[in-house]
């Protein structure tokens, strides 16, 4: 049986106690760093929604000007004013507007909402747009800036009407992709954020759907503080910042609705994670203070 002096006991009593706090300063030190790092996570996608919505109203300012550009040129508005116009020639036409803002999308609508050319393509004639987002009040003589579903690819599109003494004689509509994996990742570079569009169950760039708060990946916003699919941690400009998890990672989120089509913008940033016991640095704080305690006991004698 091995007897330990009462010197030996406290030394043995004093490492065990050093342990302890070392282990309980490291502990809550990680819970303070987990805490400011997350907090720093939330503002930097705060300004990320800040960011994506500043950058929304400059590109929607800017079709809008290159729709009024387009609209408010003398050819079109002749070509529009001719009786029975044919659609070749204002395919024509809507080829040589083109060229001077070569938009992915540039359709020539007649007053009553129906589709008279589209730039790129010829086969899409007298389809009718009147149920497209904007399109009831252009038809009244109010320009619109939102997001379309044309076909099969999504744009933000601006829509101003051509106007001939006081008479809508027609429609201009620009566009620019939104649906394309460059743009996406040129409004990560912008928001300083991951960026994903979600659109029904498809998501660009492709990946696991994220949800973001949603009941579905198809549904834009939270009803609720909680739930399975995120807790709301925050708000941004009206829109709600969540913290979900996605796979096994814990990750904060904004998810942005784009307009009237069904669809949304989910920007996102991975939450700050606990190191396991396994970290370096708690590792080599507890190592130290072995190292030094031992010593301590060494040269004392025990």
Sequence with gaps: ???????????????????????????????????????????????????????????????TMQARSIAQTAYLKAT????????????????????????????????????MADANRKDNRSLNLRAQPGMERAVHGEPYYGIWRYGERFFRTAIFPVDVAGQI???????????DVNEIGKLGEVTGSDAVLMFGDQSIPAGPVITCGSSGPSVF??????????????QSSGV?????????????????????????????????????????????????????LLRVMIESGV
Excluded: W
């Design 80 to 115: 529009l004013t001719i009786p029975d116009v044919d659609a070749d020639t204002v395919h024509f036409t809507a080829l040589n507007l083109n060229e001077l803002v070569r938009h992915p999308l540039l359709l020539i609508v007649n007053e009553e909402g129906e589709l």
């Design 169 to 179: 004689v027609g429609l201009v509509v620009t566009g620019q992709r939104l649906d």
């Design 221 to 234: 916003a939270a009803s609720s503080n909680s739930g399975d699919k995120g807790i709301i941690v925050g």
């Design 1 to 63: 049986m091995i007897c330990l002096t009462i010197r030996r006991r406290i030394f043995l009593g004093l490492f065990a106690v050093i342990i302890l706090f070392v282990v309980a300063m490291n502990i809550a030190m990680q819970f303070f760093l987990k805490d400011i790092a997350n907090k720093d996570i939330l503002l930097g996608l705060d300004r990320s929604v800040k960011a994506y919505q500043q950058f929304d109203e400059q590109r929607g300012e800017l079709l």
């Design 240 to 292: 709600n910042l969540l913290l979900e998890t996605i796979g096994d990672r814990s990750t904060f989120c904004a998810s942005l609705p784009l307009g009237e089509i069904e669809g949304r913008l989910v920007l996102h940033r991975p939450a700050y994670e606990k190191p396991g016991l396994g970290d370096p640095i708690q590792l080599i704080m507890l190592v130290s203070s072995g190292i030094a």
